[in-house]
């Protein structure tokens, strides 16, 4: 068997014995570094986490939830700061609201998913706009 060394720090074993099969091992130096514990990555975790923006419900969680508190799609609009048909397309998944629109949305329907639980629950089987259940 011969060992031999190229400058980047790859070893090659080559085996006499039989000279078609060779196997390498690769080395990695790095000075005054340490490698961050694979497992101890919860810190980097949360800070992509912060960075995204919460979850919405689904658009017919957003309009059960209105409609169990009695509201119209032009009392949440006020209330948000839109005009009512941005949250017609909202409640039918054409769009999704963006800041500051979003945090003021989203902090309505959590406090109304709080008030009435129930209409907070997704419905089984019922067709999204995404999967094409609606007519067109």
């Not at 048909?85 to 909202?90: H, I, K, M, S």
């Amino acid at each position: 068997m011969s060992l031999s060394h190229s400058p980047c720090g790859t070893s090659f074993v080559s085996d006499k014995d039989h000279p078609d099969r060779v196997s390498f091992t690769v080395t990695t130096i790095m000075e005054g570094s340490t490698m961050p514990d694979p497992d101890d990555r919860s810190e980097q975790v949360d800070a992509l986490l912060k960075g995204l923006p919460e979850a919405l419900p689904s658009p017919q969680v957003c309009a059960k939830l209105r409609l169990a508190a009695g509201l119209t799609q032009q009392d949440v609009a006020d209330a948000v700061g839109v005009k009512r048909v941005a949250v017609t397309r909202w409640e039918l998944g054409q769009t999704s609201p963006r800041r500051p629109h979003r945090e003021n949305y989203l902090r309505l329907l959590k406090g109304l998913a709080e008030r009435f639980p129930e209409a907070a629950k997704a419905d089984e089987g019922m067709p999204t706009p995404a999967s094409g259940g609606g007519s067109g």
